[in-house]
């Protein structure tokens, strides 16, 4: 264990009111050994090595500031955090729900609830990361109650399909997409038809719904028909001309 986590592990959960304020000599300000234990304090975590172990963490966790401490709170959090990579977080089974019982564990409620903010945003970030890609080159849009979903690369992004029937005059532009994504709804997800709209455009496909969960579920399984030619173009060849 490093020395800086063993002297905060020595030195225990720093007393409140470092941000207090206050002037020497007034009631309430901090006495000569408060002051002593927050430099201390102060000076370890500043000297804690990252990425820290397992045991550093659990240890560090357990000795963690109750109130603001002037920036020193962030310093230990990043130092607790780097216990564990995004990577494995992610990746490695058992990982995530490790760092989470090493959470449950903090001794401070302000701690905890940073820790438990940081690790949602990132884990939602990292969602959202993975459905942007699934579902590119559409992409999403929220707006008020309700969500959208577009592809502005008409012409371009399966253009081999529309070819097809290019003697029928299909040219794969977003009224095209319009006419292929209303046979993939009705044949391939009925029970989203009365949630899921169409806003086609000359140069714009889009697809609409005040049911965000709905939409995303259509999207997911629309990309999926397109990566899949023989599917896509089955389904094409019932696409009407608009």
Not at 29 to 49: G, K, M, N, R
Not at 212 to 229: S, Y
């Amino acid at each position: 264990m490093q020395e800086a986590v063993w002297k905060i592990q020595k030195l225990g959960v720093p007393p409140e009111g470092f941000e207090d304020g206050g002037c020497p000599g007034t009631d309430g300000f901090p006495s000569d050994e408060t002051l002593d234990l927050w430099d201390e304090y102060q000076d370890a975590v500043v000297a804690i090595s990252q990425p820290v172990t397992w045991e550093e963490a659990e240890a560090l966790i357990k000795c963690c500031p109750t109130d603001r401490m002037a920036g020193v709170e962030w310093s230990l959090l990043h130092c607790i955090e780097s216990c564990v990579s995004n990577r494995d977080l992610l990746e490695t089974p058992g990982e995530l729900e490790k760092y989470k019982n090493l959470i449950k564990k903090c001794n401070s409620d302000m701690m905890k609830e940073m820790l438990l903010e940081r690790l949602d945003s990132y884990l939602l970030m990292e969602t959202t990361k993975q459905f942007e890609n699934e579902i590119a080159p559409f992409y999403w849009a929220e707006g008020g109650t309700g969500a959208s979903v577009c592809l502005s690369e008409v012409g371009e992004y399966l253009q081999e399909i529309f070819d097809t029937r290019a003697d029928e005059g299909f040219i794969g532009n977003g009224y095209d997409w319009g006419s292929l994504a209303q046979v993939f709804l009705d044949e391939k997800c009925p029970k989203l038809q009365e949630k899921i709209n169409f806003d086609p455009e000359a140069g714009m496909f889009c697809a609409y719904s005040e049911d965000k969960e709905a939409l995303a579920d259509f999207i997911l399984c629309f990309k999926r028909a397109c990566e899949d030619r023989n599917l896509i173009l089955d389904l094409f060849s019932r696409a009407g001309l608009d």
